[in-house]
C-alpha cells in the first residue's frame, strides 16, 4: 500500500476552502503519487482548533456538506479526513475513512486533552472503544492526536486486531515539542508493537503554530520517513508486507531543526499566517534602533517580504544618534520603505495641556508613557489610513513584569516576539544574521535602553537579563515557588520583587495583542492568571 501524508496548513471556519484542499490534495495523491491512502490532520474540514464556532448552527450544516462533498467528489483513492462530527445533541472530534462514495470507517477521540493550550471537554465528548477497518489488506487503527498520547488506546487499538496505527493529529509547536512526540510514539510502539503513521498540520492560528513534523515509525521504532518541519507538503509512504509482517522501506527522513532554528521558523509561519488569514496586505512597525524591533523587523520581512513591509523610526528629544543610524541602516540592509516621524511636536503639546493638573510634580514614568502612546498614536494612524497591520515589538521578559506602557507601545494587531525572552531574542538575532546579514552588529551589542528618558538603561529598572529571564522561566513555565527559584542559586529579595511585578502586570496582559506561542507556557490561551487576587 502506498499512503499519501497530507502536511497541509488550513483556515479555521473557513469551511469550502478547506474541503478544496481536501479535494485538490487527494486528486495529486491520486493521480502523481499513485497513492491509495491520504491521510489528513486532525479537524481538516473545520480547521484547528475551531473553539466557539463549534456552537454555531451553521457550522454543523457546512460541515456535514463538506463530508459529503468529500464523500462524493473523489474516487480511486481512499481519504482519512478529520472533522467535527455532530450527531444530536453530541459533538465529537472524529476522523472518516472514506473510499470511492462509501463511509467505511468513523473513529471518534477517545482522549481529550484539557490542559495547556488544550479545551476540548468544552466542545466535545469522548468516544467509546477503538476503531478497526481493514483496508487494501492491513488492518488498520485509527486514533486521533491524544489517543497516542497516553497508552490506553492503543493497546485497545492493538487488542481488536489492528496492525498498523494511523494517527491524525493538530499538535501545536513548542520548543522541544518534536523529540517530545517522538518519545511518546516510542512507547506506545514499546507496548503494542505496531507500527505508526503520524500525520501533523502545519501553520498558524492566533497564538497556536503548527510545526508538521509528520513521521513514520516501524514496529521495530525506527524512523523510516519524517517530513520537514514548518513545511505544507504531500509525501508518499511505501507500505510492504513480508512473510506476514509489514514492513516499511525507509524513506526520506528530514533533520529536526535545532531549538534556535524551530523557534524563528514558528515566528515566521505564525506571523505570515496571522497577517494573511486576517486578510492585510502589509504591515507596520516601529523600529526603534534596539534589538526587539530589529528582529521583528527581519521576522516581517522574512515571512511576508520587503514590499510588504513599512518601518518607522519616532525620535524624541531622548533618541540617541547611534539609534537613528542603526535603524535607517536596517532598514537600507532589508530594502523596506522607512520613513523618520518625531514625536517631539505631539510630546510637547501634550504636557503642555497638563501643565496645570501636573504643577509642582516631578517627572516621572508619566512621561516616559506619554512618548510611548505619542508613537503609538502614529503608528495606529498609519494602519488606519493605509490599510497595514501593526505590529508590537514587545518581548516576554517586558510582558511578564509590565515594562512595556499600556495603549503605546502595547498597541497593535499582532506581537511576534510575545512569547520570546530577551535572551532568547538576542540568539534569534544571532540567528538570523548567521542567515544572512539583517541585523546591525551595534543593535546587538549595545547595552538595552528604551529611550525615554536622559541616559536610560533597562538595569536602571530591571535585573539584567541574564538573572531576570530564568527567574521568569522557573516561575512561568515550572510554576516554581520563592523558595524553589532561591534555591537555584537567585537572591530571595530579587525573586520576590520579580514575582510581584508579574503578578501585579496581569492587566496589561489581557490588554496585549495575540502574539506566537513558542515555549511551553505563553502569556494567553495556557496562562489564566487572576488580575485580582489576595494570593
Known sequence: MKLGLAQIDTHVGAIGANTEKVLETARRARDELGCDLVIFPELTLSGYPPEDLLLHRGMRLRVEAALEAVRTGIDGIAVCVGYPEYEGEALYNSLALLHDGQLLARHRKLVLPNYAVFDEMRYFEPGSGPTVVEFGGIRLGLTVCEDVWEPGPCAATKAAGAELVITSNGSPYHVAKQQDREARLVQRIAETGLPIVYVNMVGGQ????????????????????????????????????????????????????????????????????????????SIVLGLSGGVDSALTLAVAVDALGADRVHAVMMPSRYTSQMSLADAEQQAGMLGVRYDVLSIEAIFEATLGVLTDVFDGLEPDATEENIQARCRGILLMALSNKL???????????????????????????????????????????????????????????????????????????????????????????????????????????????????????EYKRRQAPPGVRVSSRAFGRDWRYPITSGY
Not at 516499511?248 to 515566528?267: D, G, K, R
Not at 490599510?387 to 515589538?393: I, S, V
Not at 530564568?470 to 520579580?498: H, K, M, N
Open 206 to 281: 492566533d497564538e497556536l503554530v503548527f510545526d508538521g513534523g509528520s513521521i513514520v515509525f516501524d514496529a521495530d521504532s525506527e524512523v523510516r520517513f519524517r517530513a520537514p518541519a514548518f513545511t505544507e507538503g504531500l509525501y508518499a509512504v511505501e507500505i510492504a508486507r513480508e512473510g506476514g509482517k509489514l514492513t516499511i522501506p525507509a524513506q526520506e527522513i528530514w533533520p529536526i531543526p535545532s531549538a534556535t532554528e524551530s523557534v524563528y521558523s514558528a515566528l515566521l509561519m505564525g506571523t505570515r499566517d496571522y497577517v494573511n488569514k486576517n486578510g492585510f496586505e
Open 387 to 505: 490599510g497595514h497591520m501593526l505590529l508590537t515589538t514587545g518581548n516576554k521578559s517586558e510582558m511578564a513584569v509590565g515594562y512595556a506602557t499600556l495603549y503605546g507601545d502595547m498597541a497593535g494587531g499582532f506581537a511576534p516576539l510575545k512569547d520570546c525572552t530577551k535572551s532568547l531574542v538576542y540568539a534569534l538575532a544571532r540567528y538570523r544574521n548567521g542567515v544572512s546579514p539583517a541585523i546591525p552588529e551595534r543593535v546587538i551589542t549595545r547595552e538595552p535602553t528604551a529611550e525615554l528618558r536622559a541616559e536610560q538603561k533597562d538595569t536602571d529598572s530591571l535585573p539584567p537579563y541574564e538573572i531576570l529571564d530564568p527567574i521568569l522561566e522557573a516561575f512561568i513555565e515550572q510554576d516554581y515557588s520563592v523558595d524553589q527559584i532561591e534555591a537555584l542559586g537567585f537572591e530571595r529579595a530579587t525573586v520576590g520583587r520579580i514575582l510581584g511585578m508579574v503578578k501585579r502586570n
